[in-house]
């Protein structure tokens, strides 16, 4: 169910961590991943491992906290035994699934092991993602005052028929009230957007992104529709129901979104995400800002999600659940997938490590390159290859770089740069 574990030689049981993890891992940050395999309702589009009640397997739901605490404990006890130095928590990330299906104080109880295991870091973010109606006022409240600090709602679009085609429960006009009550409690908001399904107009798209600036969440994130082989979209448009999304019209829509995010007082950050400045930038109705740079880097940087930036920068992190990745110190592995596979190896005192690997110096590098690639100024010129070098002359020239940034000594991705950023980083790293 979901997308497949990658190749990898097997874990070994108890789960120890190769002797060039301790090296590699000090001084790097170190988050923590909850993920929460469980929906509702299975989305047409979505291939995550994420599992609806009827396809548990004999696992239960109310158990999960329990086992995941588990593996938290499981987590200290690996990392301590390989040699890794205790760090304590920067960012802590809930993700799915939907990690609010569960009842607050489960998903409380899951933070208060991170933070009685390892310690958070002062002004450490905590953010889970939510559904719109998987959530109430006092819901949110109970998670303010547990410590979280953000809240990332998966709005994915304002317009009913795109909402279906997608197979989302939540009606447009509960999303304001939703962000009403994070905001009331005190939570950070993020919305998250899908852009080019099936049906949905450049007109659809401008009225999902007038309504998600009406809300002005401190953060947005927005992403192309990707139909994967095997969910019941791709079924669908193969079968006719629905025609094939328009790489063009997907261009168009992302030209859209950064024009009227950037005249909204966002600047983005990464290629498919965008933060708000402390002052908020202009609200609904003000005059739009012109410049592309009247928000400073330091005034919108505290609203950047510093949970997936960390993902992007090559940090480590504790991937907690069924499915769920780790890397720490160069070395990466995956959960067993199943929450019943997952829950018989956390009920055993087994490591619930699937598979492993830690790439060479070369593959290391080549992500290194394709993930700051797409960070504004995440990657230094002096940072890479003489070959390499000699490409940014020519990247400037297709307008895919912008000049500043370069003579500057970073690369900064131009509009058209984000939409061709695998060609970009091929040309860097040929």
């Known amino acids: 169910m979901g997308s497949a574990l990658p190749l990898g030689d097997p874990a070994p049981p108890d789960g120890l961590l190769p002797e060039s993890a301790a090296e590699r891992a000090d001084g790097h940050p170190f988050g923590v991943y909850l993920h929460v395999p469980f929906c509702r309702v299975r989305c047409g589009y979505c291939d995550f491992n994420t599992y609806t009640s009827s396809e548990l397997r004999g696992a239960k739901q109310v158990d999960y906290a329990g ?34 299906l569960l009842p607050s104080h489960q998903v409380i109880d ?62 447009p006009e509960r999303v304001p009230q939703v962000v009403q009550w994070a905001r009331a409690a005190g939570l950070q908001v993020s919305v998250d957007l899908i852009y080019g399904t099936p049906g949905e107009s450049l007109d659809d798209w401008e009225i ?94 505290s609203h950047r999600s510093r949970h997936n930036l960390a993902y992007w920068q090559g940090h480590d992190w504790w991937g907690i659940g069924p499915g769920a990745h780790s890397h720490v110190g160069g070395t990466r592995w995956w959960n067993v997938k199943h929450p019943a596979a997952y829950a018989e190896r956390m009920l055993s005192g087994l490591s619930p490590a699937a598979g492993r690997e830690t790439p060479d110096a ?26 390499a070098r000699r490409e940014v002359a020519g990247l400037i020239a297709d307008e895919l770089i912008v000049p500043k940034s370069a003579f500057e000594g970073t690369i900064e991705l131009t509009v058209r740069g984000r939409l061709l950023a695998d060609a970009v980083v091929r040309r860097l790293t040929a």
């Open 67 to 100: 086992q995941a605490v588990l593996e938290v404990a499981l987590a200290d006890r690996v990392l301590t035994e390989s040699g890794v130095k205790r760090r304590s928590v920067s960012t802590v990330f809930f993700g799915g699934g939907t990690p609010t």
């Open 110 to 171: 899951m933070l208060d092991a991170v933070r009685s295991t390892w310690g958070l870091e002062p002004g450490a973010e905590v953010t889970t993602e939510a559904n719109p109606d998987s959530v109430d006022a006092r819901y949110l409240n109970e998670l303010a005052e547990a410590g979280f600090t953000r809240v990332s709602f998966g709005m994915q679009s304002a317009v009913p028929h795109v909402l279906r085609t997608l197979d989302r429960t939540h009606t």
């Open 208 to 301: 999902s992104l007038d309504a998600a600036l009406q809300l002005e969440p401190d953060h947005l994130s927005a992403y192309a529709l990707i139909v994967e082989q095997g969910t019941k979209l791709a079924r669908q448009i193969r079968s006719g129901v629905y025609p094939e999304p328009d790489d063009d019209l997907e261009a168009d829509m992302y030209e859209l979104l950064d024009a009227r995010l950037r005249s909204h007082g966002y600047e983005w950050y990464e290629v498919s995400n965008w933060a708000r400045g402390s002052g908020r930038g202009p609200r609904a109705g003000a005059a739009p800002v012109t410049s592309s740079h009247t928000v400073l880097d330091s005034e919108y940087e």
């Open 362 to 387: 070369e593959a290391r590098e080549l992500e290194r390159i394709l993930l700051q690639a797409r960070i504004r100024h995440g990657l230094h010129i002096s940072s890479l290859g003489e070959v």
